[in-house]
Nanobody, 115 residues
Framework: QVQLVESGGGLVQAGGSLRLSCAAS????????MGWYRQAPGKQRELVAR???????QYADSAKGRFTISRDNAKNTVYLQMNSLKPEDTAVYYC?????????WGQGTQVTVSS
């Protein structure tokens, strides 16, 4: 059983910053992908950024230049530093951990950016 616990969401003004954290526990394959997805009201869940154990990253175009993903493999924790936030970044942000055909989701954390 794998559990993902997210923290760091909240309300911030446009132009501000937030840092999300997600800690995984349980039986975790050493080579995996950890990342962040988001879902705004009425929209599909979309990838924000993800990072492999070895350090390779993938970002959504909307996140490039503003968001930075990082991870601490020893702690099975992934972070998302979000800068220059915009109202359109408002969404529930979900942590994801996966390998092969296995995937786990966190409960989600709300990020609200006011204009």
């Amino acid at each position: 059983q794998v559990q993902l616990v997210e923290s760091g969401g909240g309300l911030v003004q446009a132009g501000g910053s937030l840092r999300l954290s997600c800690a995984a526990s349980g039986t975790i394959f050493s080579n995996n992908l950890m990342g962040w997805y988001r879902q705004a009201p009425g929209k599909q869940r979309e990838l924000v950024a993800r990072m492999a154990t070895g350090g390779s990253t993938q970002y959504a175009d909307s996140a490039k230049g503003r968001f930075t993903i990082s991870r601490d493999n020893a702690k099975n924790t992934v972070y998302l530093q979000m800068n220059s936030l915009k109202p359109e970044d408002t969404a529930v942000y979900y942590c994801n951990l996966g390998w092969a055909t296995v995937g786990y989701w966190g409960q989600g954390t709300q990020v609200t950016v006011s204009s």
